[in-house]
């Protein structure tokens, strides 16, 4: 299983990134996938999550209405759309998806909200 996030850098309160989350290794249409975030100094978090079929999706209230999760299964990735991004929004951002209860993540992008 291998899963590389792209999309993150340095943004400015107001705006927007997309990040991407390219994932091989196994049949991805068939499984939830998350992203997670971790900012400096606190503990990882569920952002937001899509499920395989159908991809009816769930988001930390911190990021409703701002951030959008989806999956492109011909593709094999699943994005993040982050919009109206704030400066608590900092954080690395992972990829995540869980195989027979073994948790698998990327290497994390960065994203940095600041003027």
């Known amino acids: 299983v291998q899963l590389v996030e792209s999309g993150g850098g340095l943004v400015q309160p107001g705006g927007s990134l997309r990040l991407s989350c390219a994932a091989s290794g196994f049949s991805f249409s068939r499984y939830v996938m998350r992203w997670y975030r971790q900012a400096p100094g606190k503990e990882r978090e569920l952002v937001a999550g899509?499920?395989?079929?159908?991809?009816?999706?769930n988001y930390a209230d911190s990021v409703k209405g701002r951030f959008t999760i989806s999956r492109d299964n011909a593709k094999n990735t699943v994005y993040l759309q982050m919009n109206s991004l704030k400066p608590e929004d900092t954080a690395v951002y992972y990829c995540?998806?869980?195989?027979?209860?073994?948790?698998?993540w990327g290497q994390g992008t960065h994203v940095t909200v600041s003027s």
């Open positions: 995540n998806t869980r195989l027979l209860l073994n948790d698998y």
């Open positions: 899509i499920r395989s079929a159908g991809g009816s999706t």
